[in-house]
């Protein structure tokens, strides 16, 4: 049951980030951190005390910073590249493009602050589209971590992983209920947090912990709910979709992104090839976000878990129908 | 000792190749080839230390990188004959399933090529984090890469010119190839570069400038260029070309910087480039 998975604190998945690359950097020499002066964002203090050496600071040159890690992968380096979401891919994406993935770079691009949730700073900085961008781009492996202890497993494990990876995580606190040691975490592989009969919901991100919270209303409304984080994008566990949509016939996607080339339409893809069944979306809706505080933003743009409820409602009718 | 007629020579070669397989498929661009025959011959038969059983990671190389990889036709010549490829390969330059692409790239796995180029400016950047990364392992060779004027009009390059100073990263030498010419004309009318010379010196690069269509002048400065790393300061060569050289009727102009010549003109070409080691 949903209402057994435990809180074990609240903590920003960015610092979870932070933790993960010390670790990463401590066991494995290769490994280089750049930043384009958002080191304190991202958390990078303790890496940069202890490994000067492998830090690299390109200042506000995103551009470059890509090109950088790209070469940097010569001569066996394993480059994570860090900045704000929306300057991590929209605008570099050619740089991305051509340097890293068409070159097949062993580049981790890292980045924080993504979606509504960054707050306050507004639609200049809350991209809604990279997760789109980056699942597009040939050769890109997308993951999007539900919280600290998971961001931090991703951070790590990413490190011995070949091949570039878009690594996308947050800002504010979060509910934070994967397991400390990451054992849970397995890149390309969907994470069942509950086992239903009724209706998948797959969420990614922040919105797993709101499909929790949704999930937990539906029980109580007697549903049995079959909740997935599907924290890889790219490649999608394809099977792990199919069986479960194959049993639940119905599904409710949830991430703090686009409607528009999400993670929702990778779950309508594999549904329409192999296993048609109605299907809800929850995102933003082709639109830019604004100045806010975090939650008030995902209650006006349909992200909490009253929308969620919601949307379930109107699929399981939809199923039955 | 340096047999420059034997670079010449080899050069001339070079140049047959690029007009001949630009040629063959009727598309490519030859201008700029032709402009850096001389240097890029210097590069790989001279100055570089280099191991042509290819290594991605050239551990206790020099390394290359060609950022305007429009030039490619040249860059594919050098590579096949310094070794990395077979020179018959030249013959699949931008047709199907070939590892010739239009514009250099790694994912067809071509030896010699290190990352993909042709969407301009991105190559200085990872010319550096090359440089970084050799630093990084101990490796005291060079980096060195290519550029076109044209191709400086892209901002990332001054993204990564202010880096490389800043940064101290004095183990990489990059050649502007400054021909003056780009796809809608004359630099200078397009978008003027301006003084060259004095933004890169006021971006703390040591400068050499040099006429690339002389390979005396080029080996003696790539030479002169090398004793500049280690002291703190990325170095650049402003290298005077003429778009097209050693095809009088391609000499500087812009018309030559993406178009094939056709059979006549081929031919007029290869008359004008006698000196051949075998074609390919």
């Not at chain 1, 969420?203 to 929790?212: D, N, P, Q, S």
């Not at chain 1, 919270?213 to 549903?223: D, N, P, Q, S, V």
């Not at chain 2, 009009?153 to 490389?164: L, R």
Request: a negative charge; glycine letters at 10%; aromatic letters at 8%.
């Amino acid at each position: 049951m949903l209402k057994d998975i435990q809180v074990l604190n609240e903590k920003e998945t960015r610092g979870g980030f932070g933790e993960g690359i010390y670790e990463t950097g401590k066991a494995n020499d290769r490994v280089v951190v750049l930043t384009a002066d958002l080191a304190g964002s991202l958390k990078l203090g303790p890496f940069i005390k202890d490994f000067p050496g492998r830090f690299v600071q390109c200042g506000i040159g995103e551009a470059n910073m890509i090109g950088i890690a790209a070469g940097l992968t010569i001569g066996g380096h394993i480059p994570y590249t860090t900045t704000f979401a929306n300057f991590s891919t929209g605008r570099v994406y050619d740089q991305i493009r051509q340097s890293v993935a068409y070159s097949g770079k062993n580049v981790k691009i890292c980045a924080s602050h993504a979606g509504l949730t960054l707050g306050e700073d507004g639609a200049t900085h809350q991209i809604l589209e990279d997760i789109g961008l980056m699942k597009m781009m040939p050769g890109m492996t997308v993951i999007v971590p539900c919280d600290f202890n998971q961001t931090k497993a991703a951070t790590k494990a990413i490190a011995d992983y070949q091949g570039p990876v878009y690594l996308r995580f947050g800002r504010p606190k979060w509910p934070n209920f994967t397991k400390e040691d990451g054992s849970d975490f397995v890149i390309g592989k969907a994470q069942v947090l509950n086992e239903g009969a009724d209706i998948s919901i797959f969420a990614c991100g922040h919105l797993v912990w709101k499909a929790i919270e949704a999930g937990r209303i539906l029980e109580e409304k007697g549903y049995s709910v079959e909740l997935i984080n599907i924290h890889t994008i790219k490649p999608l566990d394809e099977a792990a979709i199919i069986k479960s949509i194959s049993k639940t016939r119905c599904a409710v996607t949830c991430e703090e992104h686009n409607i528009i080339g999400g993670l929702g339409d990778s779950i309508a893809r594999v549904a329409v090839r192999n296993f048609p069944i109605p299907i809800e979306y929850i995102g933003t809706n082709d639109t830019f976000g604004e100045s806010g505080p975090p939650m008030d933003l995902l209650k006006k743009y349909g992200l909490d878990s009253p929308n969620i409820v919601t949307a379930a409602e109107k699929v399981l009718k939809r199923k039955s129908a | 000792m340096t047999d420059v007629r034997q670079l010449q020579n080899i050069a001339s070669q070079v140049r047959r190749d690029i007009v001949r397989m630009v040629h063959a498929v009727q598309s490519g661009h030859p201008g700029g080839s032709l402009g850096c025959a001389d240097f890029m011959t210097a590069l790989y038969f001279n100055t570089m230390e280099h191991n042509p059983h290819f290594s991605m990671d050239a551990v206790g190389e020099d390394v290359f990188f060609l950022s305007n990889g429009h030039i490619s036709p040249v860059f594919y010549s050098v590579l096949a004959r310094s070794g990395y490829f077979p020179t018959p390969e030249l013959g699949s330059f931008r047709k199907l399933n070939s590892r010739l692409q239009g514009h250099p790239t790694t994912h067809e796995h071509l030896p010699g090529i290190r990352v993909a180029s042709g969407s301009l400016g991105q190559g200085l950047s990872v010319a550096i984090g090359a440089a970084l990364s050799k630093k990084m392992n101990g490796d005291d060779k060079t980096v060195f890469s290519l550029h076109g004027d044209g191709e400086l009009q892209e901002g990332q390059i001054w993204e990564a010119v202010m880096f490389a100073s800043a940064n101290k990263v004095d183990n990489l030498i990059s050649t502007i190839d400054f021909n003056g010419q780009q796809i809608d004309g004359p630099t200078e009318k397009v978008l003027s570069l301006g003084n060259l010379r004095a933004k890169f010196e006021a971006f703390d690069w040591q400068v050499l400038e040099m006429n690339g269509n002389d390979m005396n002048e080029v080996v003696n400065t790539l030479d002169k260029s090398k004793t500049l790393t280690g002291k703190g300061k990325p170095t650049c060569i402003l290298m005077h070309t003429i778009m097209g050289k050693g095809v009088d009727f391609m000499e500087g102009k812009h018309e030559w910087h993406g178009i094939a010549p056709n059979d006549e003109q081929l031919k007029k070409a290869l008359d004008q480039l006698p000196v051949t080691l075998g074609d390919y």
